[in-house]
């Protein structure tokens, strides 16, 4: 079984090149992990979803990664609790749910009352047929209250708003759809849910639907993909990501240390990644960085293009500097996730980035609409003491340590550190 792929996803805008074929080629392998709480024996091993793979030039990846095989951490804890897990039994899930979430972040009391009347607004491209259907069967099973078309909770359109005339569809994209999807349902659950899809993974229909979930009312816009940064970066920021008064965040890459677009916006809450598991401490949870090897990980680093936004105050970047925050992303304690288009129907383990992304943008939906003329990304430097510091762990070798090395304090991995309840993602 080969393991990690030794080329850089980033540099698939170029996807046409020898070595970026190389590189697509190289993701079709699996990854391997240990789980922080699990022992040697209970290897996890998981596979990039289609969609990290582009399939033309000037596409993005997206950032999630499906769980083959293994022991998860989830499975460790039902061990421990006298719960046998079935090998590769697609009837339950094996990774963290609502409760595990809500409990390591410390929104157990926020979710059951907050979020509503929010729209948190996903962005993906192509088109998953079975969306709400996937949606209603993860709600379903964990108790949350239905969110459907009827009854106006859930919404589908297009880049151009349209209800009707939506992308053609694609089986890895779907997969992402519904990592995204159940994990707005798991930490808000009483937020409305509006999909938009693109009608490809290039940043101008990604873009696009960002301005369309925007002009469709929602103030909290999740967006689990990237590539390598260019000159271009600049113009896109001014015309898809510069809004005032919304909560746009955006996954920090898999590929370990290196910046990726559109995480590396100035106007965006860029979300690193976190290796969650259960610890016998008063919070009940440890963190450490995600990194599976030098090539596989969450990203982090200083932009080459972005400009520092003021309220970023680390020495060592003169531009804007990956993540602000982070939450779980490592496959191997990753999370439940329910999809049927592409695959066989049913329960999978999710990692990557692209579970981080949408964690923290229903965060901002749980503690309440931005100020109007904000940028909310400013809001956890605001309150570094209310977010749990991930101290411990890389996701490769830097120059600068920050960059990609966890310390106490701000770093490049993790941000200022983890959800511990709303207070940070106010204004």
Same mark, same amino acid.
């Given at each position: 079984?080969?393991?990690?792929?030794?080329?850089?996803?980033?540099?698939?805008?170029?996807?046409?090149?020898?070595?970026?074929?190389?590189?697509?080629?190289?993701? !079709?392998?699996?990854?391997?992990?240990?789980?922080?709480?699990?022992?040697?024996?209970?290897?996890?091993?998981?596979?990039?979803?289609?969609?990290?793979?582009?399939?033309?030039?000037?596409?993005?990846?997206?950032?999630?990664?499906?769980?083959?095989?293994? #022991?998860?951490?989830?499975?460790k804890a039902q061990q421990a609790r006298g719960i046998t897990p079935k090998a590769a039994d697609a009837a339950t899930p094996s990774g963290y749910g609502p409760t595990d979430l809500r409990s390591a972040y410390g929104l157990t009391a926020a979710a059951a009352s907050g979020g509503t009347g929010a729209t948190v607004a996903i962005v993906d491209a192509y088109n998953d047929p079975n969306a709400e259907a996937d949606l209603a069967t993860y709600r379903s099973y964990y108790g949350l209250p239905a969110c459907t078309t009827a009854n106006g909770c859930f919404k589908k359109v297009s880049q151009t708003g349209s209800?009707?005339?939506?992308?053609?569809? @694609?089986?890895?994209?779907?997969?992402?759809? *519904?990592? @995204?999807?159940?994990?707005?349902?798991?930490?808000?659950?009483?937020?409305?849910?509006?999909?938009?899809e693109a009608t490809s993974p290039t940043m101008a229909n990604l873009g696009k639907s960002v301005n369309e979930a925007v002009a469709l009312g929602a103030k909290y816009v999740s967006n689990s993909y990237g590539g390598s940064e260019s000159s271009s970066d600049t113009s896109y920021d001014s015309s898809y990501?510069?809004?005032?008064?919304? !909560?746009?965040?955006?996954?920090?890459?898999?590929?370990?240390?290196?910046?990726?677009?559109?995480?590396?916006?100035?106007?965006?809450?860029?979300?690193?990644? #976190?290796?969650? *598991? #259960?610890?016998?401490?008063?919070?009940?949870?440890?963190?450490?960085?995600?990194?599976?090897?030098?090539?596989?990980?969450?990203?982090?680093?200083?932009?080459?293009?972005?400009?520092?936004?003021?309220?970023?105050?680390?020495?060592?970047?003169?531009?804007?500097?990956?993540?602000?925050?982070?939450?779980?992303? @490592?496959?191997?304690?990753?999370?439940?996730?329910?999809?049927?288009?592409?695959i066989t129907a049913g329960w999978y383990t999710f990692g990557g980035t692209s579970a981080a992304a949408p964690i923290i943008a229903s965060v901002y939906a749980l503690a309440g609409t931005p100020g109007s003329s904000d940028y909310p990304a400013q809001y956890p430097y605001r309150h570094t003491s209310a977010l749990n510091d991930v101290t411990s762990g890389n996701n490769g070798t830097c120059s600068t340590s920050y960059f990609c090395t966890a310390r106490s304090g701000y770093d490049g991995p993790t941000g200022w550190g983890t959800p511990a309840g709303v207070s940070a993602f106010t204004s």
């Open positions: 079984m080969r393991t990690n792929s030794p080329h850089r996803r980033p540099g698939w805008r170029r996807v046409g090149t020898a070595a970026a074929a190389t590189a697509a080629l190289a993701l !079709a392998g699996l990854g391997t992990a240990v789980p922080a709480d699990a022992t040697t024996s209970s290897k996890v091993t998981w596979t990039a979803t289609p969609c990290a793979t582009p399939k033309k030039a000037g596409e993005l990846a997206c950032d999630s990664l499906r769980v083959t095989g293994g #022991t998860t951490a989830f499975q209800t009707t005339s939506l992308p053609s569809s @694609d089986a890895g994209w779907s997969e992402e759809i *519904s990592l @995204d999807l159940d994990m707005v349902s798991a930490i808000a659950p009483n937020a409305h849910i509006l999909l938009v990501f510069n809004h005032p008064g919304v !909560a746009i965040t955006v996954s920090a890459g898999d590929s370990g240390y290196g910046a990726e677009y559109p995480a590396a916006s100035k106007y965006v809450t860029s979300v690193g990644g #976190t290796a969650l *598991s #259960t610890a016998s401490n008063s919070r009940g949870w440890t963190e450490t960085v995600w990194k599976t090897s030098s090539t596989e990980g969450t990203g982090s680093g200083c932009s080459t293009y972005d400009a520092k936004p003021s309220w970023q105050t680390d020495t060592g970047c003169t531009k804007r500097m990956i993540s602000d925050v982070s939450a779980v992303a @490592d496959p191997a304690t990753g999370v439940s996730v329910y999809d049927s288009y592409g």
